[in-house]
Each structure stands twice: as C-alpha cells, then as structure tokens.
C-alpha cells in the first residue's frame, strides 16, 4: 500500500503529463502482481471496492477523538479524509505489518456487512497517514488524481515498448488484476488473446487539413461529411453484448442506457454522440453544452433521459456482423453501414451526411456556412481508404470552421507549473460591461496557452510590473480602460454558464495573439459575446 | 509571587516588570531577551540584548555590527540575574542557538520555550524539559492534525525522486536559518555526496553554521554563469522558498519544486504553492510533540503565544490543565 500511496501523492501534485507516465512506469515495473493491477484498476476506473460511507468514518474517529478537536481540525484541512488519515492514532502496540493494496481490497471486499466497522478500523490502524488517505478515497469513491484511464495506457505502452492501440484494443477484454497483460508487457508471456466479445477497436484520427494539403488532392478521391459537435464514440454489439466506448476506449455505456436498448444489430459502429433528435424523425440536433448535462454521470434519471436524448451519428463501420471490414475500401464500408442505419432504430441512429462539392473552393464556402449550428467544420475521407488505427496523414483530414476572435482584457495572473513556475503563464481575462460611463470588466476565461515563449518573456515583465494586488499565488494586474494588456482570445464554441459571474463560458480558449497595439478602451463587450450564443441558437 | 505579576503580555511582547525587560519583543525596547534568531524573534535596534552566543553572531550576520546597543552572552543552564530577577537559558531544539528561557522570582518559575521541537536535528542542541509553574508555549502547529512523519523518510522521498528524474533540478525551498542547513545535513546523513548549490540568500549562514562544527559538506553557489547550466541536471539546490517565483529560478533545467516545511502536510498548501514534492519537515512541534512535552514539564498552567491556540486549549482543558491563550500578536503562524 506504501508504493501506491506515494504514487499518489506524487501523481496529484505533478502537473507534467511526461512525468506522471514516468511515475506510472516506474511504479509498474517496481511493483509485483497482484498489487500493481489493482492499482492500474485504480486508476482506471475498473477497481470494484466495497463502498464506505463517511458517516462510518467519522464515527471510527470519534471513538477516540474529541468531537470539539476534530471539528478544529476538520474546519482547518477541509477534507474528510484528509482530515482522518491526518488525525488518526494508531494503538502503540498495534500489528507492525503493512497490508498490500491487494490486502486492503480482499479484506474490505470479503467480509459481512456487520463486520466494515471492526475492518476499516483495524485496517486504518495498520496503514500510515498517506496509505489511509488513499484507503479512504478508494473506499468512498473519491479518487481524483488528475490521471486518465488513456495515460495510464499509456504508461503500460511506454513499459513494455508496445503501441498503446495495442493495449486499448486488449483492454476491455482482460480482467483485474491484468497479470496476463503485465507478464506480456515484462516480456515473460505472450500476447493475451481476445476472448471476450464487445471490445475496443481503436479509433481512426484525422489530421488538420493545411492549404499546401489542398493543391495536392483531387476532390473527386474524396467523399466530405460535416464535422458533428459531439463526442466521437465506437458502439460494439455481437447481439449479447453491447458496449459504448469513447475514443479513448473508456466504457461509456453507463450513461447512456437509451441508445444500449436500442440496439438490436450486431457489429462496431464508429459516430459521433449527439443529443436531441435524429434527421430521420425531423428534429434538431442539440449543442455541446446540452451533451454535457449527459457525461460522466453514474446514474441517469428519466428527467436527463427526456431532456437530453442521445442519439448516434454513423459515420463508418468496422466490423459488419462478426466479420472484421477494416479493410474494405470506406466506399464499401458506407453501403454497408447505410443498410444497417436503415434498419436500426429511428430516434436513436441516423446516417451522417455527405457534403456534395465540386472543388475545395466550394467546400470552403460550404465550411464557413454551415446550415446548422451544431456543425463545426467538415470531415474529408478518402473513398478508397481502409480504417487504420491512430492518426495516418492522407486517408481523412478535418477542416474546422476558423475559430472566433475576441479583443479581451488581461485581469489576473498566475503562475504556471514545472518549467513555467517562475513564469506568470495562466492568464485571466474579461470583457466591459455597463452602461456608458460605468463600464467594468468581467472575466470570461482563462487560457495558458497560444503564445510562443517569446511573448511569454512579455507577458510575464507586464505581470510584474503592473501587479496591483496579491492573493496567495494569484496577481491582479492593471486593467483601466487607458493602461493594461489586450489579448487576443480565439476559442472554439460558446454557451450560456449559470456557473460564470459573466454567464458565459468559453470552449477551449486560448491566447492567438498580444496586441500591445491596443488600448484596454478598445477590448469587446460582453454584448459581443451573447449575440454569438445568441447567432447560434 | 502571581505569575501576571511576572510576566504579562503588552503590544510590545512578553514583559516582566520586576525585571524590566521584555522576551522576543516585536517593537524595540530598553532590554530584551531573545530565545531565537528567526527575524519574527529577534528585531534589531534594542538598547541590550541578552541571548546565547550563537543567537547574538547569528543577529550580526542578519542585521549587521550595530544590531543593538549592547549585547550580553548567555550560557545554556547558568544562572544569571537581571534586576534581582533568576533568568536561565535552556536548549530549545528549533535552530542553532536556539534557547527557551526560565524566569523566576520568589519561588515563581515561568518558561519561555520560544520556539521548539523535540524530533531529531543534528544541527542543534536538543530541547529540555524545564520543570515550572507556567509553561508558554507556541502552538504553530497546535492541532491534531499535525502528524509529522519521521524526517529521515522525508529525505527518502527526496532521494528517491532524484532517482526517477536524474535529469531534472531539485529546487528545495527551505528557510535561510535552520532549515536549510538542517536538509542539507539530512542528506549528507544518507550518504549524499554530491556538491550541493545554494542560493546567495543562505551563504553567509551556512558558513556560519560550519564555523560552529556543523558539518554540511561541499556547498556551491547557484550562480548564473553560463558554463555552469548542466550541472544543475539533476542536482539539489536548496534556496529560500520564495524564490521559485522569482527569476532566479529560470537558469535551472526543468526544475522540480519540493520544500521543507511542516505545512506540507496538508495537500492543499501544497497544491497551492505549486510544491511538486513536499518534504513534510518541521522545525516546530508537532500535535503529539507538544501535548507530550506539555507531559514531561508538568505545569500548573499552559499560555499559549501564537498559532492555533484553541484546539491547545481545548486539549489542555480535556486534561485538567489551566490554560489560556495570550493573543500575542507579531509572530509568523507561517514560518517554518
């Protein structure tokens, strides 16, 4: 539990995505079975822990606390178990011995109902402060990390030098603790077979389309279908046992029980998730912002299920019926899958459009107007090209809309991580609101990236020398309409934000440009900003 | 004789008005007495200072040759009299020089402990119980949270994290006096060889603390010279924690944050000071250090200077001890 728990603690507080997958492969390649596939499982999502609730912790504590101190140190640190592992003391004559993580799952999984308290207890006893902590957050569903299930893959693939397609494709084939993998990633045991039905097959990428790209392509070896704002999504079915992953192989399909019951074809369909209704019943697609109201959530009620119906796009098919058609030419693919969307479901599956075009001018001038506000480029796909597995340069590029532009206003700075922690990088910036002579601004989003290193060196000299105020690492800079910093902010989509002092969030904003040629006077408004919702709608 | 009669708090610290003088004032006075050379303790500008020797060199180094008026050296455990008042120097354990001072008169003894801990530190003397009638305490780290792990593992974590990224710099934020010269002894204690670099902020005390047999190996100023880029892959430069922000810390390789403090327990605090690798090592107290030399000195009652003085007095209370808090203000809750 030791090794575990200070990966952990490690993997919280590291920001570098390279460093956390330098800390998974030496955990991994440190730690022996089973301990290691349970921590794997862990921090993928697939641990199954008996759940302990927070009530039985703090009763645990009180045996031996006094309420009045606790409440001081729980109001001080702010988290339970934190709080817990923190305040915890163990009997001095106590069992010197160290569980294993695999101890702590056994035993907490294995015994009676009546028993958790006496369990949790002792096994609070025999761990050290981090080893409870990560305990507890295991067993009350807490653990937050900052590492996803596809970079935890990814360490896998950096350990036994393998591509990590490989191991998403094995993934949801293979059980806890995953010997059978790690003995093949350590180079003691082959490959494991494919047994279970349903599994991930990873998903084929496109490549950002460039105009020295265009000169060299011949429309006519291309077929374009509008690019969907919703989440790509791979849907695996052998008639038994149907499965929805995204595209980085996570099982999605607690979530989205309305589109699993519908299904009553064999095969793997590659779309995108979209919510509202199907072009076959004659109802509009929903934005991005309706879909979130439908991801990562454990259980869904009816309320979400009429309100945010979810609905697939087909674009491709992989495999028709039991037989693998990777290979077969897109062309062929899409007869194939247009028969199968025609048969399935209405409300629930429809067949992704072609886009009809004669030169990439025309497709261009199609790009920057699309019919619905939903779309946001166009997808262009070979006709005769096979599905291959991870990001190819030729066969399918994507060609998005041009991003919206903002002039906003830099108000707050803090300082970034690792390479950049002696550097103000992240950058809050807002737009005016109010009326004429009580104008203010307003933030409306953040962004850390977008400009070179270069401009960083400005940026960083402006904080600086402009702070008016400090609060803990954060700075607030001048912002008068006659002095202070406009950035340039491109972003790709916008919604209304009940969360947001400004009711507007921004999706991924970034900085595009300093224009240190412009006074704060002259930013945008917030009116700018709600007639593009408002344009979309 | 009353203890308040003694001792009592006014806004410029501690005073005992038999003896006229005040301990670890925070405005300057007549006469002071200070326990330690943390600048929250010891101001310059007092008309006399009484404190042990290294506490007066280490005020010179801080402040310079005219740091008071007159100075006096206090021996630890001799007996010395300031206006017909019995003042005893006592090891403290917090830094070098470091000293918890006895005040007693007409059969009433008052301890100042200053600021103090009990865990390990090889670069200082280690504290003693002083049996009295009133023991003043800090409470910095004064609530049942503060678990503070065994020092030796924290350096393990630092060593080991040397091994997983022999490439990158490890930047230790430590405080100039006592901290930083305590991890840079911890790790000669591992058997870590290597040059270590320090930050200008920390010379002056570090030689200080070799001239007085604390052995800290071979140090090497943090300098910007070109040349000298690459031998910070994978070193350990200990600096004061304040620097990461600034510009200094640029010339290093991918550096990695750690600091040594007693706060980094808290994975919040840690979090926020953007600390990728927290050292859990403190120069105060922790929860069961405090409650068990409130224990070992068996006082008929606790005062309690500063930091989080209610959960103390509330342990006090659950044990039958007097307690009260003296709401002293001008002392860092922070520092460590």
């Known amino acids: ?537 | 004789m009353k203890a308040e009669a003694l001792l009592s708090p006014r806004p410029e610290g501690l005073y005992c008005a038999p003896g006229d003088f005040y301990v670890d004032p925070v405005r300057t006075v007549e006469r002071a007495l200070i326990t330690h050379g943390h600048s929250d303790h010891a101001r310059s500008g007092h008309q006399a200072v009484l404190a042990t020797r290294q506490t007066l060199d280490i005020m010179r180094i801080r402040y310079g040759e005219d740091f008071c008026g007159q100075e006096q050296t206090a021996d630890l455990r001799k007996t010395l009299d300031v206006n017909g008042v019995t003042v005893t120097f006592h090891p403290a354990g917090h830094v070098l020089g470091s000293a918890q001072i006895a005040i007693e008169k007409d059969g009433m003894r008052i301890v100042v402990s200053g600021d103090y801990k009990r865990s390990v530190d090889p670069t200082c003397e280690p504290f003693e119980p002083v049996p009295c009638d009133v023991f003043i305490t800090e409470a910095t780290f004064g609530l049942p949270v503060f678990h503070h792990p065994d020092p030796e593992a924290e350096i393990g974590k630092l060593l080991k994290s040397l091994e997983t990224f022999p490439e990158r710099s490890h930047l230790v934020g430590a405080y100039a006096l006592g901290k930083a010269q305590r991890v840079i002894a911890l790790l000669r204690k591992h058997g870590y060889d290597r040059p270590i670099y320090i930050h200008g902020a920390l010379a002056k005390l570090c030689d200080y603390y070799e001239s007085q047999d604390v052995d800290l190996g071979e140090l090497l100023p943090a300098t910007v010279d070109k040349s000298a880029r690459d031998d910070y892959r994978g070193a350990v430069i200990v600096c004061p924690p304040s620097s990461f922000a600034d510009r200094w810390a640029r010339r290093f390789a991918d550096p990695i944050s750690a600091f040594a403090s007693g706060w980094m327990l808290i994975r919040q605090r840690a979090r926020q000071r953007g600390v990728e690798l927290p050292l859990v090592i403190s120069d105060h107290v922790d929860w069961p250090e405090l409650t068990d030399t409130i224990r070992d000195v068996g006082p008929g009652e606790v005062w309690v200077t500063h930091g989080r003085e209610e959960a103390l007095v509330r342990w006090c209370e659950l044990e039958g001890i007097p307690a009260r808090p003296l709401h002293l203000v001008g002392y860092e809750d922070e520092g460590d």
């Open chain 1, 1 to 537: 539990m030791k090794a575990f728990s200070r990966l952990l603690d490690r993997l919280t507080l590291t920001p570098q995505r390279n460093a956390k997958l330098r800390l998974m492969v030496d955990y991994f390649a440190e730690t022996p079975d089973p301990d290691r596939g349970y921590a794997l499982a862990a921090l993928t999502g697939t641990l199954e822990i008996r759940h302990v609730k927070p009530a039985l912790l703090r009763d645990l504590v009180l045996e031996r606390m006094d309420d009045t101190l606790f409440r001081y140190s729980y109001d001080y640190v702010g988290d339970l178990a934190e709080t817990i592992s923190l305040v915890w003391e163990s009997p001095e004559d106590g069992e010197i011995y160290e569980p294993s993580l695999s101890d702590v799952i056994g035993e907490l999984n294995g015994v009676g109902r009546s028993d958790v308290h006496t369990h949790v207890r002792s096994l609070l006893d025999r761990l050290d402060t981090s080893g409870r902590y990560a305990f507890i957050k295991l067993a009350t569903g807490g653990l937050r990390i900052g590492v996803s299930a596809r970079l935890a893959k990814q360490a896998l693939a950096l350990m036994g030098d393998v591509d990590v397609t490989e191991i998403e494709t094995l993934w949801h084939g293979l059980d806890v603790p995953y010997e059978s993998l790690f003995a093949w990633l350590d180079g003691k045991g082959d490959k494991p077979e494919l047994t279970t039905p349903a599994v991930f097959h990873s998903v084929m990428l496109a490549h950002p389309v460039a105009e020295s790209d265009l000169e060299k392509l011949d429309p006519a070896d291309y077929l374009a279908e509008w690019k969907w704002d919703g989440i790509r999504v791979q849907l695996s079915s052998d008639g038994a046992h149907r499965k929805l992953y995204s595209r980085s192989g996570d099982d999605i399909s607690g979530s989205f029980p309305d589109i699993l019951e519908a299904v009553d074809f064999e095969g793997v369909v590659d779309g995108e998730l979209l919510i509202g209704g199907t072009a076959r019943t004659n109802s509009p697609t929903l934005t991005f912002s309706d879909l979130q109201q439908r991801l990562n959530r454990k259980t869904v009620t009816k309320k979400h299920l009429s309100d945010y119906p979810a609905f697939i796009r087909a674009y491709d098919l992989l495999f028709f019926k039991d037989r693998d058609i990777r290979k077969a030419p897109l062309d062929d693919r899409r007869a194939r899958l247009f028969d199968l969307v025609e048969k399935a479901a209405r409300d629930r599956f429809d067949l992704s459009p072609l886009v009809e075009f004669d030169s990439w001018e025309h497709l261009d001038r199609l790009r920057k107007n699309p019919h619905d506000p939903v779309i946001e480029g166009v997808m262009m796909k070979r006709r005769d090209s096979a599905y291959q597995a991870g990001r190819v340069k030729g066969p399918w590029f994507k060609w998005k809309r041009d991003p919206h532009i903002i002039d906003a206003v830099m108000m707050y700075a803090q300082r970034g991580h690792g390479k950049r922690s002696s550097y103000y990088s992240d950058f809050t910036f807002g737009v005016w609101t109010g009326d004429q002579g009580a104008e203010m601004l307003v933030p409306v989003g953040k962004a850390y990236f977008g400009f070179t290193d270069a401009e960083l060196e400005i940026l960083d000299r402006f904080v600086r020398n402009n702070t008016v105020e400090r609060f803990g690492p954060v700075r607030a800079v001048r912002a008068e309409p006659e002095t202070g910093f406009v950035l340039e902010v491109a972003f790709e989509g916008i919604a209304r934000s009940k969360r947001h002092k400004s009711g507007v969030a921004m999706r991924f904003p970034r900085i595009s440009r300093l224009r240190q040629d412009k006074l704060p006077a002259e930013a945008d408004r917030l009116d700018t900003l709600t007639a593009m919702i408002d344009a979309r709608s």
